[in-house]
């Protein structure tokens, strides 16, 4: 299974609602990452989990809590966000960290009204 | 912050076409890679060239790599129309080892 799955498709969420995005690998990659993307522009990475453990925090605000429950499973929770992120959020993983190519999944187009 | 900027922005072509794309980057890499993006999808990895490389074929992709100038270049050659999507190129260096992508390149093979 070469294959980084994302839940749900799409989501719409009000400003006080809370949500969790969910993404599986069945790889056996040790690293996985959650990235943002607006329209019409690059990924931007937001936190990367080496090994289960949090390592990279683009200093992303705290209404975006990441959580690893084990080497294939990570969710993104968010509570209390804002109309301005509404954006794709793209769920990707790798064998490691060092330097390797990333396997992206299909994202999750997130709509915060 | 961004590293790479491809060139150029946009690309327009017909079916059976080549289409060359660019790519610069600031600071030392280990190794850059090219991605491509369907329209509101997921990126797929394409190619990775690294450092110590200078030129890299996958199928109809060659990737060549000048370090000296900090630049890369992807060729699709005999462009499809399935080939429409977004390019990005992402270079990987530095202590944490994260990818940083370029703004990237928008591709539309006409039929």
């Known amino acids: 299974d070469t294959e980084v799955t994302q839940t749900p498709k799409h989501l719409v969420m009000g400003m006080t609602n809370k949500k969790s995005l969910k993404c599986e690998q069945h790889m056996g990659h040790r690293a996985m990452y959650w990235y943002k993307q607006k329209a019409k522009k690059p990924p931007e990475l937001m936190f990367v989990?080496?090994?289960?453990?949090?390592?990279i925090n683009e200093s992303v605000p705290s209404r975006f809590s990441p959580e690893c429950p084990n080497s294939s499973l990570l969710n993104l929770h968010l509570h209390a966000l804002q109309p301005e992120d509404s954006a794709l959020y793209l769920c990707?993983?790798?064998?490691?960290?060092?330097?390797?190519?990333?396997?992206f999944g299909p994202g999750t187009r997130l709509t915060v009204l | 912050s961004q590293q790479g900027e491809e060139d150029p922005q946009a690309l327009s072509i017909q079916e059976g076409e080549n289409a060359t794309m660019n790519c610069s980057y600031k600071t030392s890499i280990n190794n850059l890679q090219w991605y491509r993006q369907n329209s509101g999808r997921g990126l797929v990895h394409l190619i990775l060239?690294?450092?110590?490389?200078r030129e890299k074929h996958s199928g109809r992709l060659r990737v060549t790599l000048d370090t000296s100038k900090k630049s890369s270049s992807l060729l699709i050659t005999a462009s499809r129309a399935a080939d429409t999507a977004s390019y990005f190129c992402?270079?990987?260096?530095?202590?944490?080892?994260?990818?940083?992508f370029g703004k990237g390149i928008t591709l539309s093979v006409r039929p």
């Open positions: 060239i690294r450092s110590n490389e």
């Open positions: 989990y080496s090994y289960e453990k949090l390592s």
């Open positions: 992402a270079t990987a260096g530095g202590a944490n080892s994260k990818l940083t």
């Open positions: 990707a993983s790798s064998q490691g960290v060092a330097y390797n190519e990333q396997f």
